[in-house]
């Protein structure tokens, strides 16, 4: 496991996977918002992109604004193979965690486990 | 949807200088859509200008925060060191600590200048850097006193320059910040090496 994801950031990631074709930084954001269920700063959000594609995760490109956005451009993302591996990689670190475990969990568990 | 709403224009300002040239346009283009179509509408003007600026802050916070730990960090330390080293002689102890905040400011404004290709974005991040390390600087001078407080230490606070200089010094900083911060930044500006823009947009 060459590289092994935040939550933050697996979140974005999954965002951009869900999004599809729509994966720019204001739906980016907004997916991530809903899924976290809090508000979120989009600079946390731009520098998680940031890294993951300096880590060869993430590739963008950019393409022509809309009127409500002042005609600024946009940057689309989109997963690479290394990134896939990486959330694959995080979701089977969490699954052999959790293996074996009735889900949820009950207090009586842990107080059992305690004594 | 309110299409010709506009955030603060200072913020998009500032914003500017804690973005690469490459960032900057998509980065502010995120933020006006968000601002226009979602917070106008569900937060009125007000509260979405308050927004806007929140998340100019966290941009800032991102790229100046480590600076500005560091910059409150010298100074914290200079003050502990005068409060438990007491001397009738400061002038070296304030040459060091100065060129330590002159260098901090030069290098935050150089980094800036040389990241956004923008000679005044080091005066922002000098400002920024002095700014953000005000609350620590006060913060952590108040928990010093917290932690000593004894006649010894009274004793040495007044011999360095009482608690209002503690208090006042990191006010009078803000000045040379944004001043030494330019200076960084036009360097940096001037000196970056040339890099794609990154603005082309895909066919």
């Known amino acids: 496991m060459a590289d092994t994801l935040g939550t933050f950031e697996q979140a974005v990631m999954l965002a951009i996977v869900r999004l599809g074709n729509n994966a720019y930084g204001r739906a980016i954001l907004n997916e991530v918002q809903v899924r976290v269920k809090r508000d979120v700063a989009a600079g946390a959000v731009h520098a998680t992109l940031s890294r993951l594609e300096k880590k060869g995760m993430l590739a963008s490109r950019v393409e022509a604004g809309t009127p409500v956005r002042g005609g600024r451009a946009r940057r689309f993302y989109k997963l690479q193979p290394q990134g896939a591996r990486a959330l694959n990689d995080a979701w089977s670190a969490v699954d052999a965690l959790w293996r074996g475990l009735k889900r949820p969990l009950k207090g009586s568990v842990r107080l059992r486990a305690s004594q | ?203």
């Open chain 2, 1 to 203: 949807m309110t299409v010709n709403a506009s955030p603060p224009s200072l913020g998009e300002l500032i914003l500017r200088a804690f973005l690469t040239e490459r960032d900057f346009e998509t980065v502010s283009g995120d933020l006006l859509e968000e601002y226009r179509e979602n917070v106008c509408a569900t937060r009125g003007a007000l509260r979405a200008d308050l927004w806007y600026w929140a998340q100019v802050l966290g941009f800032a916070w991102r790229d100046a925060g480590s600076w500005a730990i560091l910059f409150a960090a010298v100074f914290l330390a200079r003050t502990a060191m005068d409060w438990h080293m007491p001397t009738a002689d400061f002038h070296t102890r304030s040459a060091i600590s100065t060129l330590a905040a002159v260098g901090i400011f030069l290098a935050a404004g150089l980094r800036a200048g040389s990241r956004s290709g923008w000679s005044a974005a080091g005066a922002i991040a000098g400002l920024a850097t002095a700014g953000l390390a005000l609350p620590l600087q006060f913060l952590g001078a108040g928990m010093l006193l917290v932690l000593w407080h004894d006649p010894t230490i009274v004793a040495a606070i007044r011999g360095s320059g009482g608690l209002e200089e503690v208090y006042t010094l990191p006010l009078l900083t803000v000045l040379p910040g944004i001043l030494f911060g330019a200076i960084g930044g036009a360097l940096g500006a001037r000196t970056r090496p040339s890099r794609p823009s990154g603005h082309s947009l895909s066919p």
